[in-house]
Nanobody
C-alpha cells in the first residue's frame, strides 16, 4: 500500500502559478505511471496530466495544455504538477494517483476499471481575485 502525500495547493490570483507536489514512498517511482486528477464541486473528476512508466510518454487534458506540466524527481521520489496562467476554472481539489503496473509509453487520463491503484488525499487549489 502506497501512501501518497500531496502538497503545494493554496489560493492564487488569476494568471498566477502554483507547483503541486506528490511524494511517492519507496524507490520505484520510475516504474509507475503517475497522474494528476482534479475535482471541482459539483463536477466529475477530471484527469489533468499523466506521465507513463520510465517517462516515455506524457499527456495532458486539452483544458490545461500549454499551461500545466508534469515532471518528477527520482532523488526525492516526488512528482510535480507545475501550473501557470491559472484561471478560476482551475479551482478544484487536486489528487495524484499511481498505476502500479509498469506501462512504458502509455498513460491514461481516465481511471477506467480502477487503473490507478493508489490515490492521495488531495490538495486544494483556489483561483480567485
Amino acid at each position: 500500500q502506497l501512501q501518497l502525500v500531496e502538497s503545494g495547493g493554496g489560493l492564487v490570483q488569476p494568471g498566477g502559478s502554483l507547483r503541486l507536489s506528490c511524494t511517492v514512498p519507496g524507490n520505484t517511482l520510475d516504474y509507475y505511471s503517475i497522474a494528476w486528477f482534479r475535482q471541482a464541486p459539483g463536477k466529475e473528476r477530471e484527469g489533468v496530466s499523466c506521465r507513463s512508466s520510465f517517462g516515455h510518454a506524457t499527456n495532458s487534458a486539452d483544458s490545461v495544455k500549454g499551461r500545466f506540466a508534469i515532471s518528477k524527481d527520482n532523488i526525492t521520489n516526488t512528482v510535480y504538477l507545475q501550473m501557470k496562467s491559472l484561471t478560476p476554472e482551475d479551482t478544484a481539489l487536486y489528487y495524484c494517483a499511481v498505476d502500479k503496473i509498469p506501462r512504458p509509453g502509455v498513460c491514461a487520463l481516465e481511471d477506467a476499471r480502477g487503473r490507478y491503484h493508489y490515490w492521495g488525499q488531495g490538495t486544494q487549489v483556489t483561483v480567485s481575485s
